[in-house]
């Protein structure tokens, strides 16, 4: 359909052209891009393909998230789906720009380069906590445990005070024993 701004007296490249398409190929452009995330966070959580795996383990017996991994995951998720809803919706496979491909190297050069550092720098030395004291690192059990130090600590003052008074009447008694008052 062409444009109806200023029709009569426009040049033609002041016009311009809108296209419609059908409906299937929105619905097929959005299944494919959720097909997208479901993948990328069924990798993410079930394998180490964001990992880094010459990290420490954590506690729960898998590496940590590397941010260098994470980020260019991301920004190839996005050009990815904006390439592929272009594609579908336009069907245009020429869509990407010089940006979007520098985008992209950066971010491959950033998790490159992570993996190489990895690879380069010795690993770090592994926890050497044992399993119950990662277990005393949770809050819950750390809140357990400050209970029942400040009861005993409350238990040991009480005892305190009962031994200090009855030190207190055995040197009152003595005082009051001694005849010459010393």
């Known amino acids: 359909m062409l444009s109806c701004v200023n029709a009569k007296g426009a040049k033609d490249w002041q016009r311009f052209q809108s296209q ?68 579908v919706v336009t069907r245009e496979y020429n869509t990407l720009t010089a940006s979007e491909l520098t985008l992209l190297g950066i971010s491959s050069l950033t998790g490159l380069s992570a993996v190489l550092i990895n690879q380069v720098s010795p690993p770090a030395a592994p926890s050497t906590l044992t399993a119950q004291e990662r277990q005393e690192r949770k809050v819950e059990e750390i809140s357990k445990m400050r209970v029942a130090a400040e009861a005993a600590l409350t238990a040991a003052a009480q005892e305190l005070d009962v031994k200090r008074n009855s030190l207190l009447q055995a040197t009152a008694i003595t005082k009051a024993d001694d005849p010459a008052g010393g």
């Not at 997208?36 to 959580?45: C, I, M, Q, Y």
């Not at 729960?60 to 904006?82: D, E, K, V, Y």
């Open 20 to 87: 419609d398409r059908a409906f299937w190929s929105l619905a097929v452009s959005c299944v494919l891009i959720a097909l997208l995330v479901v993948l990328g966070l069924v990798l993410a959580r079930d394998s180490d393909l964001l990992r880094d795996v010459s990290a420490p383990l954590n506690p729960n017996g898998r590496h940590p998230f590397s941010l260098a991994l994470c980020q260019m995951a991301f920004w190839l998720f996005i050009l990815t789906a904006g390439f592929l809803f272009l594609w």
